[in-house]
């Protein structure tokens, strides 16, 4: 029995179900093969009915967020990918606190944008990372000495039994771009996080530090999946890269960003296997000259 047929009896929304979905449409990267099928999901109900068709036909499942932090593989991705569009905002004030109720498809510029509007400082530093909530708390994102541990309280998420549960921030397991999302089965719902009453001028003007340095110092005028890299625990892996004189190499379209080492951008074309390889090349001048070992941050998935 093909996909198509194990799937026909979803109530979800037909616009919502793609086949042979080009990921490239679907990552910052705009990089990837094709999905078999590609699921846009908007509630907890339909997340719960496609994980009963899972197990009940053993389907591969996949799930993405905003794909900004992702290389896709050149033979796409089999089985179900699921994009995860749950939407929700709710703040509720506790004495100097706000707590704030994010669905895991929230982007975190849109929430920014209202923390600044209802004056609520705590997440401007995050402010321009170009995901969504629920991959953010995934891989601990951060910048400007920022990550998401500082500011999560709590985070309900589903396994793939279709069991609720809810996590504390102490069960949360975070760690450097980790979380225990990376290690164990569950698909977060959303997320409840703890800010502050703040200055709408300061709060304003962070955020807008933040968006100019993105803009002198990353190239964000072309398509990536933000840092390419981890930094080490006595490097700056952006700095070892130039030192070795990497800037600008290129393999096909995939190149070291002129602009910041750290990244490796699509100039256009790029396949995943011109990044892999790039990445590898990387790896290996790296090492030879510096004895330094340097790992990917952005995730890879699918098929060669």
Known sequence: MGIEKQIESLKIAKERIFYQEPMEKHTTFKIGGLAECFVKIENKEELKEILEIVKKYNI??????????LLVLDGGIKGITLMIKLEKIELQEKGETIEITVGAGEKLGKLAQICLNKEITGLEELSGIPGTIGGAIRMN???????????????KCIDYQGREKEFTKEELQFDYRSSIFKKE???ILETTLALQKGDKQEIKAKMEEYASYRREKQPIEYPSAGSTFKRGNDFITAKLIDEAGLKG???????ISIKHSGFVINKGKAKAKDVLELVEYIQNRVYEKFQKKIELEIEVIGEK
């Open 60 to 69: 591969p499942i996949t799930i993405i967020g905003n794909g900004s932090n």
């Open 141 to 155: 994102a951060g910048a400007h000495g920022r990550e998401m541990k500082d500011i999560v309280k709590k985070v």
């Open 185 to 187: 089965k569950y698909i």
């Open 249 to 255: 190499y290129a393999i096909g379209d995939a190149e």
